[in-house]
């Protein structure tokens, strides 16, 4: 079976959720399979930004079609995807974008989340419009297989599309624990503190600076906390953070926050197992790739105890209320100040991340994609 991915959100320059499951997915993908043959396409005006495969069952084919162009002939079927890359039986999308397929060309996505249709309040109107040009039902309904990142994700796709549980195939993510691991050597540890400027103890928020990520109510939450502890924010800004630099400026520990702004994957690990938590107060998620980072770096997390995050990570994380400042400041405190419980959820996070297996992950995905022959 020829099998086309497309790897467009990669073309971005920059690693967040989605490029990390789509890069880590297709690599195992590719060096498991050995009957299928694989087409890798992306739509970029600059060099290839993905790095090299170097697989013999798979190519790379680049388009350089501006991208507004490319979207509007996708959506009003001007331009298939077959003539811009050659046939294919099947489509797998690792996150939803525009297209156009030919009728008989199978379809298979990963939907990591549904936010933009649970919370709408968190996007701004550029990320509205390009969620409803996407036509979220009619994708699902076009699809042959949907891999859904947890079974919270596949309660939202039933609860608000309607689609088919038989159509749904739950395949959590997975970690790479070679790269996050908590005995980093002492001297990269170092390098990485100076390179950030990053203050001798901390608790961590790590992703994207945008509304539903809930950093206000961190912020909030760290002005109420007893410890003596600096406050690290990491992450690029996304949309909606005005109000959220502003929260920052009128905090009372404002000399005790440090963002640092967006940080390579290399670098994460360091940064992760310097901290002293991290605190993950997000509203809404379908899965949570930083708490699980976390736990194989042997650092304790506070996550909000909504949406997917309970189902994940169940006792390995202390679990809080989002919308309450008091409760995640108490949690934040009862993290920093009892050794025996940070060390016992350490313990138990440890044990939680090895269900999260890149390659088994690539095993359910290809006999996910091979069953639709």
């Given at each position: 079976?020829?099998?086309?991915?497309?790897?467009?959100?990669?073309?971005?320059?920059?690693?967040?959720?989605?490029?990390?499951?789509?890069?880590?997915?297709?690599?195992?993908?590719?060096?498991?399979?050995?009957?299928?043959?694989?087409?890798?396409?992306?739509?970029?005006?600059?060099?290839?930004?993905?790095?090299?495969?170097?697989?013999?069952?798979?190519?790379?084919?680049?388009?350089?079609?501006?991208?507004?162009?490319?979207?509007?002939?996708?959506?009003?079927?001007?331009?298939?995807?077959?003539?811009?890359?050659?046939?294919?039986?099947?489509?797998?999308?690792?996150?939803?974008?525009?297209?156009?397929?030919?009728?008989?060309?199978?379809?298979?996505?990963?939907?990591?989340?549904?936010?933009?249709?649970?919370?709408?309040?968190?996007?701004?109107?550029?990320?509205?419009?390009?969620?409803?040009?996407?036509?979220?039902?009619?994708?699902?309904?076009?699809?042959?297989?949907?891999?859904?990142?947890?079974?919270?994700?596949?309660?939202?796709?039933?609860?608000?599309?309607?689609?088919?549980?038989?159509?749904?195939?739950?395949?959590?993510?997975?970690?790479?624990?070679?790269?996050?691991?908590?005995?980093?050597?002492?001297?990269?540890?170092?390098?990485?503190?100076?390179?950030?400027?990053?203050?001798?103890?901390?608790?961590?928020?790590?992703?994207?600076?945008?509304?539903?990520?809930?950093?206000?109510?961190?912020?909030?939450?760290?002005?109420?906390?007893?410890?003596?502890?600096?406050?690290?924010?990491?992450?690029?800004?996304?949309?909606?953070?005005?109000?959220?630099?502003?929260?920052?400026?009128?905090?009372?520990?404002?000399?005790?926050?440090?963002?640092?702004?967006?940080?390579?994957?290399?670098?994460?690990?360091?940064?992760?197992?310097?901290?002293?938590?991290?605190?993950?107060?997000?509203?809404?998620?379908?899965?949570?790739?930083?708490?699980?980072?976390?736990?194989?770096?042997?650092?304790?997390?506070?996550?909000?105890?909504?949406?997917?995050?309970?189902?994940?990570?169940?006792?390995?994380?202390?679990?809080?209320?989002?919308?309450?400042?008091?409760?995640?400041?108490?949690?934040?405190?009862?993290?920093?100040?009892?050794?025996?419980?940070?060390?016992?959820?350490?313990?138990?996070?440890?044990?939680?991340?090895?269900?999260?297996?890149?390659?088994?992950?690539?095993?359910?995905?290809?006999?996910?994609?091979n069953n639709l022959t």
């Amino acid at each position: 079976m020829n099998i086309a991915i497309d790897l467009r959100s990669l073309s971005r320059g920059y690693i967040s959720g989605v490029e990390n499951y789509t890069l880590n997915l297709l690599d195992h993908l590719l060096a498991m399979d050995k009957k299928n043959h694989y087409i890798l396409f992306y739509n970029a005006w600059h060099e290839n930004v993905m790095g090299d495969f170097h697989y013999i069952n798979s190519k790379v084919k680049k388009t350089s079609i501006p991208n507004k162009i490319l979207n509007l002939g996708l959506k009003f079927k001007l331009l298939s995807l077959e003539k811009l890359i050659g046939p294919f039986d099947c489509l797998f999308m690792p996150n939803l974008n525009q297209f156009n397929i030919s009728p008989n060309a199978k379809l298979a996505l990963t939907v990591h989340d549904l936010s933009p249709i649970v919370t709408p309040e968190f996007y701004d109107l550029k990320r509205k419009l390009w969620h409803k040009f996407l036509n979220y039902k009619g994708a699902f309904a076009r699809a042959n297989i949907i891999f859904a990142v947890s079974e919270y994700t596949k309660t939202d796709l039933v609860r608000l599309f309607q689609v088919e549980e038989k159509k749904i195939k739950v395949v959590y993510p997975g970690i790479d624990q070679k790269h996050f691991k908590s005995d980093i050597n002492p001297i990269k540890l170092r390098e990485i503190r100076n390179v950030y400027g990053l203050p001798g103890n901390y608790i961590l928020f790590l992703n994207t600076i945008e509304p539903r990520k809930n950093l206000v109510n961190l912020i909030k939450a760290f002005d109420l906390i007893s410890n003596d502890i600096n406050l690290v924010i990491a992450g690029k800004p996304g949309w909606k953070y005005k109000s959220i630099f502003k929260q920052v400026q009128k905090s009372r520990k404002f000399s005790k926050i440090k963002y640092i702004g967006y940080i390579e994957e290399a670098d994460k690990p360091a940064i992760i197992a310097m901290s002293k938590a991290l605190v993950y107060p997000s509203f809404y998620e379908g899965f949570g790739f930083q708490p699980l980072e976390a736990a194989a770096c042997g650092v304790p997390a506070i996550v909000s105890q909504v949406s997917a995050l309970p189902e994940i990570l169940g006792d390995s994380a202390l679990l809080v209320n989002p919308h309450d400042v008091n409760r995640l400041a108490a949690g934040i405190d009862a993290i920093l100040s009892n050794e025996a419980l940070s060390k016992k959820l350490v313990e138990k996070a440890k044990e939680k991340v090895k269900q999260f297996n890149w390659q088994n992950t690539a095993e359910k995905i290809l006999a996910g994609l091979n069953n639709l022959t």
